[in-house]
Structures are given as structure tokens and as C-alpha cells.
């Protein structure tokens, strides 16, 4: 029942580094990137999604490798990689509100708070 993957070492490391790339990429993002607002979008919902992106993709990373998905049947991957899509189209693209107005919500209020100290209109 086993299956003989070859020296999966290298392909370990790879991921290994992808991900620490790709967290200080998220770091760098969160700490020295701030989008201006576009339109009727705040910016910090833009670092948000910026860092939302890169999760996505090591998330990807680690299911790829580390669940052997790489080495299973290409249809097992559909059932794998489809729930997570809809996972994330139902838990963020349900909540396109976020940023389109001051909320009530205590965690937007407070990220808003923190990036704009000045702007006295959120949570009013």
C-alpha cells in the first residue's frame, strides 16, 4: 500500500523556504506597506487581502507537499482544492461590506483606529 516517492527531502526544503519567504513577505506587507483608499475601499482592506493572498498561497504549499496531494490522483485534488475554495468565497466574499463603510464591528473599528489615529468617524 505504500507508494516510493523518491528522496522527498528537497521538496520538503522547498516548501520549507517558500514558507518562510512567504511570511516575511506577509510581514513586510502588514509593516511597511499602506495602501491609500480607492474609491469607497479603505486601504487597510487592501493590506488585508494582500495578506489573506498569501496565506491562501501557503496554505496551498502545505497541502500540496506535506498532504502528498502532489502524488495523488489529479480528481482527488479537485475534491480537496474545491471545498477550499468555497471555504473561503463563503467566509470572505459573503463579508464585501468590510470596509465599505465605518462598522460597528469592534475589531474593524480598532484596525481603523490604529491605522487612521485622526479620522474620528469610524464606529459613528
Request: aromatic share 16%; proline share 5%.
Amino acid at each position: 500500500m505504500g507508494h516510493d516517492h523518491g528522496n522527498v527531502i528537497p521538496a520538503y526544503m522547498k516548501v520549507f523556504f517558500t514558507l518562510c519567504a512567504m511570511t516575511l513577505l506577509t510581514v513586510a506587507a502588514a509593516k511597511l506597506v499602506h495602501f491609500p483608499d480607492v474609491g469607497f475601499i479603505h486601504g487597510y482592506v487592501l493590506n488585508i487581502t494582500v495578506g489573506l493572498a498569501i496565506a491562501v498561497f501557503k496554505v496551498i504549499c502545505v497541502m500540496y507537499i506535506f498532504m502528498h496531494l502532489k502524488f495523488d490522483n489529479p480528481y482527488l485534488r479537485f475534491f480537496v482544492y474545491v471545498p477550499v475554495f468555497l471555504f473561503f468565497v463563503l467566509t470572505f466574499g459573503l463579508n464585501l461590506e468590510f470596509g465599505a463603510a465605518p462598522s460597528n464591528d469592534h475589531v474593524t473599528r480598532t484596525v481603523h483606529q490604529q491605522l487612521y489615529p485622526g479620522d474620528h468617524k469610524a464606529g459613528h
